[in-house]
């Protein structure tokens, strides 16, 4: 939808701007920010390939979710536990040892823990011990933190999704991945 509305306003400021009208058109949709161009990703903070967002507002997580969505991103997926280590280590450095929300769970399927953003099933190993264990048969919703008071580094761990006062946790938004694109007019 954004690449369109930059397409429309684009062709219109050329079509303004010369005032005359252009016959052929080529569009290149290409991954990344192919020349580094300074770009306000305010307030998605870069950690790796990735823009994330730490919300710091204490939410279940449906409305973790819909918070994700408003900023036009969805719950963090960890797509490799290098991503998950990335996102550890950043909290780490700043002292943070409070628990996120991740897209996980196993909503679908029981038993199944899949990213909601993605569909994809989890490949990354960083249960906490004993994890997850789906308590009195109300957790199915994937957390990151420091689960255990003997905890040393950040895990995962499934809670109630909403209504429960204990699983109002912070969250991370990941913001999709950057386009580079090419627009080039002929008269």
Sequence with gaps: MLKHTVLTIALLACLVVNSTSY??????????????????????????????????????WYVAYEKCRALKSELVTFDTAEEFEAIA???????????????????????????????????????????????????????????WKSSTDFELDDRPCSNDKNSLFHYICEAPQQETISLVVWK
Aim: aromatic residues 18%.
């Design 23 to 60: 016959d052929k058109y080529a569009i290149n949709f290409y991954p990344g920010n192919r020349n580094d161009e300074p770009a306000n990703t305010e307030p998605f903070i870069k950690i790796n390939d990735g823009y994330y967002y730490f919300g710091m507002d204490g939410s279940n």
């Design 89 to 147: 280590n950043y909290l780490k450095a700043r002292g943070d040892k409070n628990s996120y929300w991740t897209s996980g769970n196993d909503l679908g399927r029981e038993g199944t823990y899949n990213w909601f953003t993605t569909g994809q099933k989890f490949t990354i190993s960083k249960w906490a011990p004993g994890q997850p264990d789906n308590y009195k048969g109300l957790e199915h919703c994937i957390h990151m933190g420091y689960i």
